[in-house]
């Protein structure tokens, strides 16, 4: 068979073949939906008029024959296949633009078409210079011009330079979509070719584009299948997690554009060197690149312009995120000192209230991190639906908010009072009803340098709302200041008295009524400071107790009682030592290891060492401190309940609790029950000891009750140990002690500072 035979009928089985990618193109795009659907069904649709075209055109070249050349039906014929080219490539090119992971929206594709414009101008404009006189590149080779040839050529010219914009800034993945341009530009070639060659009888160079043009039909039809694939934008962030960029676009750089232009610049200086002249066509062409290009700075400047819109939002929105609490929608502590600094406080009128809710730890244990959310979210709501316009309403973290208001002391304390009711109201939550209380510290702006001294001010005052009964309004006073001092100076100094040997004991005689013998002794703490004098056990108690250093203290204090203790034994004395117990030692998981220890290291027989608890402690978790008394009881020491009758255990209680002796309150003689409670003691089994003994009228009255055993200033003060061993010799020589009249007492209670032996130890 001759080789244009086989030619023909290569080009004939393309024919079909294309047919076949049409078929193909139409069941993918059945298959699909939305804009995939219609991108496929546009590709079918190109696809279809370019098999046409290719079908067309192998009929043309046959029936006219190549015996007439640039004969009027050439001419017509190639105009109609020219449409048809240009049919099939526009399709192919809007198909492909709007297949998924092309392009993210319409300002995309418009991006595309302008970048591909540039492009393709360019490549037409070389291509002008090449065919034109004087160069004509290939000699007598080279094309000539065929007018319907014009519209295919420069949709072939867009089609690439789109596709070369899709591989430069398509999505990733974006291989399938750039094989899709990369066939409808084959295909958009080959229809150029198969026109020309009917234009000018080329029957050759129809075959040759009846089969380029299924061929690129095909590769258009496999790549558009595999484009369902999610396109992933990578994108990087600003500094502040703020917007987000497309990281393709900003590592592509603008040769797409210059690269061009600098094509056409040396393509048009060849041109005039070589002794050309610009025609209509040249001088169209120019001015359409530029016009392209004037297009694209055009749209990248308002690309510009709206990044920098999103960019002035995105920084206006987290600068408002920064500045605002997520949970309540209130300013937080940074929008709030941005506030205070911003309109100048410092010297203004104006108050700035410091508010902690109180027991909100306990709502959030009980009843879920959930449920305390809600009643914060509903906190912040009401605090803004009661605050003036201007005033600044923060949550400063936690359970802890702030209001700056612009009035003066006296009305900020009224609105401060009105908050008291508001935030104390019920909280209806889902879980039940919660309830609040609220204090709040008050510090007034006129007086204060700054605004970190108006922020210590209002805490200060919040502070000393919380530590003098809660749900309160307290107002800054210089007083705090100084007593805040003092208690940072009392913790620096504390946690060193024990290595300084700056702590000693006294002891408190527990006697024998009605003759005043001694049988026991309390131990009480004592500090002695070199600078700061002598200090108050209910000074410095409390600060061990905040700053955690009550454990050690309790531990010095045990084991200097049991060395006393041991030494009193040895010499004979028939006596016990009673030491305090605060409630943070008791609950100590160590504490009764560290009993036991004491007792051993010190060889004091249990049953000589009584531990006081305080009836405050009955008021935490009963069931708790039962466990924690019967573990101590079961080394063999002895419990004492301070403090009976100050108003925490009951009756039932008393019962309950493992104690061996009752203390009773000093407030008891003042109301005439003791009589009453002595009976009780001695009902369950206890030793009764009357505390706070300081009148003879009270030791007369202690002693018609029945009770045995006193203690109090009348019948003996805290005294250092040798004083009180002393008195030990003294009550077993055969010279009786002869109790101190009621005046004399008097006058010495007056002279030594009185200090209630029950509280010393524990008031926190």
């Not at 160590?590 to 007792?599: E, I, M, S, T, W």
Request: with cysteine; aromatic share 4%.
């Amino acid at each position: 068979m001759p080789l244009p035979s086989v030619v023909a009928a290569v080009a004939t089985a393309g024919v079909v073949f294309a047919l076949v990618c049409v078929v193909l193109l139409a069941a993918s795009a059945r298959a699909r939906a939305g804009a995939s659907r219609r991108a496929h069904r546009l590709l079918a649709a190109g696809a279809a008029a370019g098999a046409l075209t290719a079908a067309g055109g192998l009929v043309a070249s046959r029936v006219v024959g190549e015996h007439v050349r640039h004969g009027q039906p050439e001419i017509l014929l190639g105009c109609v296949l020219a449409f048809g080219v240009a049919s099939s490539s526009g399709l192919l090119l809007v198909g492909m633009l709007m297949l998924p992971g092309a392009a993210r929206s319409g300002a995309d594709v418009a991006r595309y078409l302008l970048d591909g414009l540039v492009i393709a101008v360019a490549i037409w404009f070389v291509g002008w210079v090449l065919v034109s006189e004087p160069t004509r590149a290939l000699g007598e080779l080279t094309p000539a011009w065929c007018v319907p040839l014009l519209a295919p050529a420069g949709i072939a010219a867009l089609s690439l330079g789109v596709t070369v914009i899709t591989a430069m800034r398509a999505p990733r993945p974006r291989g399938p979509v750039v094989w899709v341009g990369a066939g409808a530009t084959l295909a958009a070639v080959a229809g150029i070719g198969l026109a020309r060659g009917v234009c000018q009888g080329l029957v050759p160079l129809v075959d040759a584009s009846a089969i380029a043009l299924p061929a690129g039909l095909a590769v258009v039809a496999f790549a558009a299948r595999r484009t369902d694939r999610p396109a992933l934008a990578r994108t990087v962030t600003d500094g502040d997690g703020g917007i987000e960029v497309d990281d393709e676009l900003s590592r592509r750089g603008s040769a797409y554009a210059f690269l061009p232009m600098a094509a056409m610049a040396a393509s048009a200086l060849y041109h005039l060197v070589r002794g050309g002249a610009f025609d209509l066509v040249g001088i169209v062409t120019g001015s359409l690149e530029g016009f392209a290009l004037v297009g694209r700075q055009f749209v990248a400047l308002r690309d510009v312009r709206a990044y920098a819109e999103r960019l002035r939002d995105r920084e206006a929105h987290f600068r408002e995120l920064a500045h605002t609490d997520p949970l309540t929608g209130l300013a937080n502590r940074r929008g709030l000192l941005s506030a205070l600094e911003d309109e100048q406080v410092a010297g203004a009128q104006a108050v700035l209230l410091a508010l902690d809710l109180d027991g909100f730890k306990n709502i959030n244990d009980m009843r879920g991190h959930d449920v305390g959310d809600a009643v914060l979210v509903e906190v912040g709501q009401r605090l803004r639906m009661n605050l003036r316009p201007g005033d600044v309403a923060a949550r400063l973290g936690g359970d802890e908010f702030a209001v700056l208001m612009w009035t003066g002391p006296a009305e900020a304390q009224r609105a401060a009072s009105r908050l008291l009711g508001v935030l104390g109201g019920p909280y209806e939550q889902e879980m039940g009803t919660v309830f609040l209380s609220v204090s709040i510290g008050l510090a007034g702006c006129a007086t204060v340098p700054d605004v970190t001294t108006l922020l210590r001010n209002a805490d200060l005052a919040l502070r000393w709302a919380k530590t003098h009964g809660k749900n309160r309004v307290e107002l800054y006073d210089i007083e705090y200041d100084v007593k805040l001092r003092r208690r940072t100076e009392l913790e620096h100094e504390l946690r060193g008295a024990i290595d300084r040997d700056e702590l000693h004991l006294q002891y408190q005689p527990v006697v024998v009524l009605p003759d005043v013998r001694p049988v026991g002794a309390e131990a009480l703490l004592r500090w002695q400071h070199p600078r700061l004098g002598r200090v108050g056990p209910d000074e410095f108690i409390p600060v061990a107790e905040e700053c955690g250093m009550i454990n050690r203290l309790g531990a010095w204090v045990l084991h200097q009682a049991c060395h006393q203790l041991s030494r009193w034994l040895a010499e004979g004395h028939d006596v016990w030592v009673s030491v305090n117990v605060s409630p943070r030692e008791l609950h100590a998981t160590c504490y009764v290891d560290q009993v036991k220890d004491a007792l051993r290291a010190h060889r004091v027989p249990p049953q000589r060492l009584v531990l006081e608890v305080t009836e405050q402690a009955v008021s935490t978790d009963v069931e708790e401190l039962i466990r924690r008394l019967r573990d101590l009881r079961e080394t063999g020491v002895r419990i004492a309940l301070d403090d009976f009758g100050s108003g925490y255990s009951s009756l039932g209680q008393l019962r309950r609790l493992p104690v061996d002796i009752l203390k009773i309150d000093h407030s008891l003689l003042e109301r005439q029950m003791i009589r009453v409670v002595v009976e009780l003691g001695h009902q369950f089994g206890l030793e009764v000891i009357a505390e706070g003994i300081g009148e003879q009228r009270q030791m007369a009255m202690v002693v018609d009750a029945g009770c045995k055993l006193g203690q109090g200033y009348l019948s003996g003060w805290p005294v250092p140990a040798e004083h009180f061993e002393a008195r030990l010799d003294s009550a077993t020589s055969p010279a009786r002690v002869v109790p101190v009249p009621e005046q004399k007492a008097a006058r010495r209670a007056h002279n030594v500072r009185a200090v209630d032996s029950s509280r010393e130890m524990r008031q926190a």
